[in-house]
């Protein structure tokens, strides 16, 4: 038995894993879809998780208290992402792809259960170090140990599982081709540089997408009347069709929720609510934005949006 | 015999060949620098060029014209770099490695000749694609035809030399590990996202540095006076220690023309009077920025440190 795997360590992160869900049941797969959790994510946020997973399992929070190197990465919150770890205890699974909650799915990957474990693509960053967001493994109690011992004895050079992972596999950047995972299956597009004419040559052919960086899609806004995207202030997230991905997530988060029950009626309706508050503001406005509006081009600078947005979030979060 | 290679097509790349030819000799390598020069090269920039280089070889500028997909990278100068095609002809040495003239080596890299072609590392714009900035090649005819051939009849996806390079070796990303050279022969630190904790672990290990991009090093300000940079205007250079990579590359240019011949010395009068009217202005300035100048945190965003810079380069351009 194979499966997809994720984790979130809160509720916010479990927005996206309720997109991705979604994303992976479209691909049309028949693996199982397994979550861990730990018990940071709430009830009510539990059971919009098992609508779109086969299997919640919780498990004991891991952090590497590692402030000192998060503080390199500008990133305190990935201390926990060492609860990671704990996926290699799912050994009634004879092989996993594991992929982070701010993933989303575009194609079938099942061709992922061919590769052998540890496949991953490499980190725009660094390249000779994989990205750990999406990865091919195979659950073992040893490697559980192994990984374990190691962040006690090593921790991690980011404080992050990424850089325990890497020294785990520290023959990954020259081992063997056939663990290095196309980018295809690890694009991540909202970072600044990026080499625009292979977007464009290659990019029909991406099929998964990574939402890395501290913005993440549930914290910008979706305006589903017309289908657009209102980027969070200050995110760069204008080429390569980042703004697209973000509505595509925006998409399969709306549908998700639709598919699960009729919770979506109230989203939609605090929605309309939301855009007709805007409009009006938006009206009484010198400057007439409809158009631009009807067209999506929007863009809330001021602090009244950053506030519209927090309160959208936290009503998301607070929905059931 | 073996030799480094590099391409100029004008004179401001020249003066990136000059740091880069002192940066190879100074890594104490026996192998033969070869220059590849078009004939927009001025006659007292061969000269220069010369006392860094075994070898100038004047080749026809060749051109991709294709300024379509040039506008997707917003670079229309780079059309030229389809003369790195010529490099295939020099078929006197059996192995060479190809590095840009926006490089400079910081350790020797002779290992790199037990690499085959064609090795090199990953644009960090999208991994399966190489970045031809540095890679191992062997010049043969058949191959040079075959090149010019494939640039004649499907052009480049990136309108430069490596859009075309990656079609003719597609099967790079795939084929075998050994292809791969690590990403300490191709840092490209210039960039705004970087895997810092990855910088703090393996940045000892650089041995290549690529300043890719718009700005080039030759472009900012450096005082030598107080071995400090002075970024040109809008420049992001603060991560990764890519401004202590920029005085770098300053210290191997003014090196390089120290040796060169007594040039050196009006350079540095140029210069002393140019930090003389600096310091003037500065201290005709309601705020006093000598600390800060002392130390090389200056920052110059009016329209003067433009005129200053733009000066400045011709200047350097323009002495011999």
């Given at each position: 038995m194979e499966a997809f795997?994720?984790?979130?360590?809160?509720?916010?992160?479990?927005?996206?894993?309720?997109?991705l869900g979604r994303s992976l049941r479209n691909t049309g797969t028949w693996k199982k879809l397994a979550l861990l959790i730990t018990n940071q994510v709430s009830q009510d946020m539990r059971c919009r998780l098992e609508r779109q997973w086969d299997e919640l399992v919780l498990v004991e929070q891991l952090d590497s208290e590692d402030s000192e190197h998060l503080a390199l990465l500008t990133r305190p919150e990935l201390g926990v992402t060492f609860s990671k770890i704990h996926a290699w205890r799912l050994t009634q699974y004879s092989k996993c792809v594991f992929l982070d909650a701010d993933t989303i799915v575009l194609q079938n990957v099942d061709e992922l259960f061919d590769r052998e474990e540890l496949s991953a693509a490499p980190d725009i960053g660094w390249p000779d170090c994989f990205n750990s967001g999406v990865f091919v493994f195979e659950p073992s109690l040893s490697t559980f140990r192994g990984l374990m011992d190691l962040a006690r004895q090593r921790g991690s050079f980011d404080g992050g599982d990424q850089g325990l992972l890497n020294v785990y596999w520290s023959d990954w950047p020259t081992k063997d081709i056939k663990y290095h995972l196309p980018f295809i299956y690890n694009v991540t597009p909202n970072i600044t540089y990026g080499y625009a004419p292979a977007y464009e040559r290659f990019g029909h052919n991406i099929k998964i997408i990574h939402f890395i960086g501290p913005n993440k899609p549930w914290q910008h806004h979706y305006v589903p009347e017309v289908d657009s995207v209102i980027l969070f202030p200050g995110t760069y997230a204008s080429e390569h069709g980042a703004q697209d991905y973000i509505r595509r997530w925006w998409q399969l988060?709306?549908?998700?929720?639709?598919?699960?029950?009729?919770?979506?009626m109230?989203?939609?309706?605090?929605?309309?609510?939301?855009?007709?508050?805007?409009?009006?503001?938006?009206?009484?406005?010198?400057?007439?934005?409809?158009?631009?509006f009807e067209h999506g081009h929007i863009d809330f600078n001021g602090r009244d949006s950053f506030e519209n947005i927090q309160a959208h979030i936290e009503k998301m979060m607070n929905s059931n």
């Open positions: 795997v994720s984790l979130v360590t809160n509720d916010s992160y479990a927005l996206g894993a309720i997109a988060y709306i549908e998700a929720e639709q598919i699960g029950q009729s919770d979506f109230e989203i939609a309706d605090a929605k309309n609510r939301q855009v007709e508050s805007v409009r009006a503001r938006r009206r009484s406005s010198r400057i007439n934005h409809q158009t631009n």
